[in-house]
Every structure is written in C-alpha cells, then in structure tokens.
C-alpha cells in the first residue's frame, strides 16, 4: 500500500474562492489548483525548516528554492506570479546567486493561521512528488557515504517524540508567548508579532510531526558541512520528549565547542590523504573532499603540513 501523500495548508486557505477572483488571469495560464496548493505548501514546510535563521534575522520571509520547485512543477514561476498579484504571498524580492534564495511569506489573512494536511488527489502531483521523494532518497544515499555511524539512527527508525506532551508543551509556549506580548503597553507591530508567535508555534508541530511520520530529510549542507537532521529546528524544550526504543534520551552541552573541536587541525594527519591515514574519517578528504580539493591546489596543504613538521621538529631539538 502505498503512503498516502499530502500538502500542508493554512485552515482558512480557500483556493476556489481565490481563483473565482481572477479566473482568467488563474485558468487563462493553464494553472492548475493543487499546483498552487504545493507552492504552498512547499514554504510552510521551508518556514518550519528554517524558523532558527528568521528569528536571529527578524525576517518573516522564508527561502524557496527555484530547484526543486521546478521539479515537480515546471512553470512554478507562474503560479508565484498569480500568488503574489492576488497578495497571497509576499516577497522579499532579495535574491544572490549561489548565496540567497529569493524570500516568501503568506499574507493577511493566511499568516498565523493554523495549518491543516489535505491529501493530493491529483495524479500528476502524486507521481511528481513520489519521483522527487525517490531522488532525494538517493541524494542523500550518495551524501551520506562513509557516514553510517550518523546515518544509523535514522535509517532504524526507533526514533520518535513523545507527540501528546510535545504538543502540549507547544501550546503552552504559544499562549506563554501571547501573554507576554500583551502585558506589553507599547509594542510596535503588535498585530505582526502575534502571527509569527502563532507561525512559530504551527512549526514546531509539523517539525513533531515529521519526527513520528519517520522523516529522512538528513544530510550535508553548506561549505561548513554541518550535518542537519530533524532534530536541528527542534527548540531545547521539545527535544525533552524524544524517545529512542521508547527511553529517554539526555543532552549534552559543550560549552566552546568549536575551539574544542577545532584542536584537530593541530594534528598533522587531519591534513593527509585518507587512503592510508590511521585516523580515516576525521581528515579533511573524508569529511570534505571539495574543500581538500581547493586548498591542496592553492598549496595550503603543502603549507600546514611543512608548519606542523618545522614545530614539531624544534620543540624536540
């Protein structure tokens, strides 16, 4: 049997309604509703993925990538027209290439709005979006190679969240958050902070959600190469109810964990090839191949190498 595919929507988003307004400028392009249901769709789940970067910015717009939009649909730029001509959408027009995406955001009366699954009905997106599934499947197959120790927990599917009393504490936060707001005599954007506590706490459902429905989103992402997963947008009070094979599970904190981290680099093997390098995994050619790449061409290698040597060899003559 397969699994039963859905889009992620505000409650009170009505796509007959908002196409009857401009039917032309909608049908006249050859638009086709639950098409512009998954534009949708595909940036609540972006705002949820990306909710840490927009509160440390103060942005409401959350990235879309053009990339894998248009994998499913071809002419997404069309529908992101008519959503924002018909003011359900808004843009932050900012877009840097190889470095920013441009930013979206839902309008008034759609922002803050409870979000609600509906089931894709439509052939066509069910066998685009099952096709796109398989392809990041096996991205991440090829991203994740020589990191098994990472990927493990995730492939035995053991874990979940404690949903009852994750979505508990949600509503707690959001009405914590509310009150807050409003004991506050003169706040300025009254009105738009409130939707974006409402946003927030709506994220943190579906990101409780995608732990529980088995979630494979994982992997490498950017030129740091930090490894993300479902559990990196989770806030620290949630992960308290992440259970694996039903035990709770403990966090640990290292304070100044980057310089700790960063003492490997001290280590003259961490800058050898891997073929050969007793310690495997923690060289730089395993863990990025692309940056050993660039620095070993630019004779940065050579350099820290030949360092690493010179000290070593005066600190014991």
Request: proline share 3%.
């Amino acid at each position: 049997m397969k699994k039963t595919v859905t889009l992620l929507l505000p409650e009170n988003f009505d796509i007959d309604a908002i196409t009857q307004k401009n039917p032309f400028g909608f049908y006249g392009q050859g638009l086709k509703k639950e098409m512009a249901q998954f534009i949708i769709s595909e940036l609540l789940h972006s705002r949820a993925r990306h909710h840490k970067e927009m509160e440390a910015q103060e942005t409401p717009f959350a990235p879309l990538h053009s990339k894998y939009l248009k994998k499913v649909v071809h002419n997404y730029d069309q529908y992101l027209n008519f959503l924002i001509k018909e003011k359900i959408l808004l843009t932050d027009n900012h877009f840097i290439p190889g470095e920013k995406c441009r930013g979206y955001c839902l309008n008034a009366p759609y922002n803050g709005s409870k979000l609600i699954r509906k089931e894709v009905s439509g052939f066509i997106l069910k066998r685009a979006l099952r096709k796109r599934a398989v392809e990041r499947k096996a991205e991440t197959k090829q991203q994740m190679r020589g990191y098994a120790y990472l990927e493990k927990w995730w492939i035995a599917g053991k874990l979940k969240i404690d949903q009852e009393a994750a979505l508990e504490w949600i509503e707690k936060y959001r009405e914590q958050k509310l009150q807050s707001l409003a004991a506050k005599k003169r706040v300025q954007k009254r009105a738009f902070k409130i939707e974006i506590i409402q946003n927030t706490a709506e994220d943190f459902k579906q990101l409780v959600c995608a732990i529980n429905e088995g979630s494979r989103y994982y992997g490498f992402s950017g030129r740091g190469h930090r490894f993300y997963n479902p559990i990196s947008n989770l806030p620290k009070g949630l992960r308290a109810f992440l259970k694996y094979e039903g035990k709770n599970l403990l966090g640990a904190d290292v304070k100044n964990s980057q310089p700790f981290l960063s003492l490997v680099m001290l280590q003259p093997w961490f800058w050898k090839r891997k073929v050969g390098n007793k310690f495997g995994k923690m060289c730089l050619e395993a863990l990025d191949k692309k940056m050993y790449e660039e620095y070993k061409r630019k004779g940065i290698i050579n350099h820290i190498i030949s360092y690493h040597y010179f000290t070593r060899k005066s600190r014991t003559s």
